[in-house]
């Protein structure tokens, strides 16, 4: 990587932003999830190479930068297995380890306090899809015991048939959760088989 963005390099990796890697970087994500899906293994191999290739990437182009916004991979490993020491106190120190519903509680209070959040909605990205964004709120408001019903009414007006469809689904999705299932792994499971349904019709019609 760091041949190719010095001199003598790849022209088309030294045009380089992390703005223009964003969209790789979600495009490797996806293709990740699709090849767990899929559960080949040789395919999961080379997108997790795909996928480590973009935080190797943005971490050269991280060198770049002037202090105090310079940073390299080894930087980015180094905050990592420093997280990873702090929040596993059952591990790393004398906490009692607990249930694994225990440690996700424990992980989500350090991550608050480490960030000095006041919102249990600080940190849930709002660009993520939107069956796991109501899946990550409804998650974080169930741990708090807050209430995840929301009145279509209130969200956009009475009589609005998008409000009303939002409040359907985010009722799924919220029940989904309730029953300790993941709504957007469950919708695209159930769209994954949608798919090979077509592709069977479409063979038996040719």
């Excluded at 964003?22 to 395919?43: K, M, R």
């Excluded at 957007?184 to 592709?199: K, M, N, V, W």
């Amino acid at each position: 990587m760091d041949r190719l963005r010095s001199p003598g390099g790849c022209p088309w990796d030294q045009a380089q932003t992390h703005a223009s890697l964003a969209q790789y970087l979600l495009e490797e994500t996806y293709e990740t999830i699709e090849a767990i899906e899929t559960g080949d293994a040789a395919l999961l191999r080379e997108e997790l190479g795909d996928l480590l290739l973009q935080v190797l990437f943005h971490s050269r182009l991280a060198e770049e930068h002037a202090a105090p916004d310079r940073f390299d991979i080894d930087d980015v490993a180094g905050d990592l297995v420093g997280k990873l020491v702090r929040r596993h106190p059952h591990v790393f120190g004398d906490a009692t380890a607990g249930s694994a519903e225990d440690l996700n509680d424990s992980w989500e209070r350090l991550k608050a306090q480490e960030k000095q959040r006041e919102s249990i909605t600080d940190g849930v990205p709002l660009g993520q899809p939107a069956l796991a964004l109501t899946a990550k709120l409804v998650a974080r408001a169930r741990r708090a015991g807050l209430p995840v019903e929301v009145d279509a009414d209130v969200a956009a007006g009475a009589g609005d048939p998008a409000a009303e469809f939002g409040a359907r689904l985010f009722e799924l999705a919220a029940d989904a959760v309730a029953a300790g299932v993941d709504p957007e792994s469950a919708l695209r499971a159930h769209t994954r088989a949608f798919r090979a349904a077509l592709q069977a019709a479409e063979r038996d019609a040719r």
